[in-house]
Nanobody, 118 residues
């Protein structure tokens, strides 16, 4: 069974930093990209960032300039460095990996909670 496992969440004050990790063996080195999503309580899941197979990254406007996505192919781990955190960043953060010829097979971790207090 495919497993992605996030870690690194926690509670921080506004302005603080956290680094999330997603253990995803096999996904960080395949031809598909990987993503971070988040879902705040009572809200729809929101895309946060994507890194493609060549390491190019894109970000939601709400996190651009504050968050950095990266991956370590050797360790098989995806990261999300989050700086200058705001209360509105509070959410469950999940990583997503993909496989298949069209990268249409999607896999998710269980998520890690990030809580930012003002």
């Amino acid at each position: 069974q495919v497993q992605l496992m996030e870690s690194g969440g926690g509670s921080v004050q506004a302005g603080g930093s956290l680094r999330l990790s997603c253990t995803a063996p096999g996904f960080t080195s395949n031809k598909c990209g990987m993503d971070w999503y988040r879902q705040a309580a009572g809200k729809q899941r929101e895309w946060v960032s994507t890194i493609d197979s060549d390491g190019r990254s894109t970000y939601a406007d709400s996190v651009k300039g504050r968050f950095t996505i990266s991956k370590d192919k050797v360790k098989g781990t995806l990261y999300l460095q989050m700086n200058s955190l705001k209360p509105e960043d509070t959410a469950m953060y999940s990583c997503s990996g993909h496989s298949g010829f069209w990268c249409s097979n999607n896999y998710w971790g269980q998520g890690t909670q990030v809580t930012v207090s003002s």
